[in-house]
């Protein structure tokens, strides 16, 4: 079955801290990994996606698919940075490729 | 805005009632999803159409819902005998061309009381 878990709920650092957001799959095949944002009042948005393999707003991520995980990180957390992260996997040949989504960690960065 | 757009924003409705609500996909993106998300949880998905045919249904999805894309363009869900379980924010979401990346809507807030 495929399942995205994201253990920590809330995380808070200090502003120009380094800034680690855990998340681990699972699926049978080959999964594509995504991060979305969410800024307070504005809409899910993509972040990044594994197979970009870019950096974005300074966020990057890597796929290790021995341990399953598709941690985000960030050198120096910014305020802005603050918002709710949702990891998701979207299955490839899945019909639909439909997204299942962990719970979610409010990244909360304070000055 | 020619992103995804959901409306209402907001709806309240006494348990029991019907209520319907209305995604506008961005043009010419022919995938659209819907998903439900409540508190403290991610979004979970409910229902896929591909133009106008729904492909793929989750178990979420009881018979008290259904969901029409007439078209192939908007979409609406309709939820039928709301019950306060029902409550949470309902997303759409659409893809287009080649590309795995879901554009989201605002979402519809749905209170039953």
């Known amino acids: 079955a495929q399942r995205v878990t994201q253990p920590e709920k809330l995380l808070s650092v200090f502003k120009g801290a380094p800034v680690e957001l855990k998340c681990n799959y699972s699926y049978s095949g080959s999964p594509e990994l995504f991060w979305y944002v969410q800024y307070s009042r504005q809409r899910l948005q993509l972040l990044l996606r594994h197979i970009s393999r870019e950096s974005i707003k300074g966020f990057t991520a890597d796929l290790n698919k021995g341990e399953t995980s598709f941690h985000l990180k960030k050198p120096f957390a910014q305020e802005e940075d603050s918002a709710m992260y949702y990891c998701?996997?979207?299955?490839?040949?899945?019909?639909?490729?439909?997204?299942?989504f962990g719970p979610g960690t409010r990244l909360s960065v304070l000055p | 805005d020619t992103g995804v757009s959901q409306n209402p924003r907001h709806k309240i409705t006494k348990r029991g009632q019907n209520v319907t609500f209305r995604c506008d996909p961005i043009?010419?993106?022919?995938?659209l999803y819907w998903y439900r998300q409540t508190l403290g949880q991610g979004p979970e998905f409910l229902t896929y159409f591909q133009n106008e045919a729904q492909l793929e249904k989750s178990r979420l999805l009881s018979d008290r819902f259904s969901a029409e894309r007439p078209k192939g363009s908007f979409s609406t869900l309709e939820i039928q005998r709301t019950e306060q379980g029902d409550s949470a924010m309902y997303l759409c979401a659409t893809k287009g061309g080649n590309w795995n990346e879901a554009f989201f809507g605002q979402g519809t807030r749905l209170t039953v009381v």
């Open positions: 043009s010419e993106h022919n995938r």
């Open positions: 998701a996997l979207s299955g490839l040949g899945n019909y639909g490729q439909n997204f299942v």
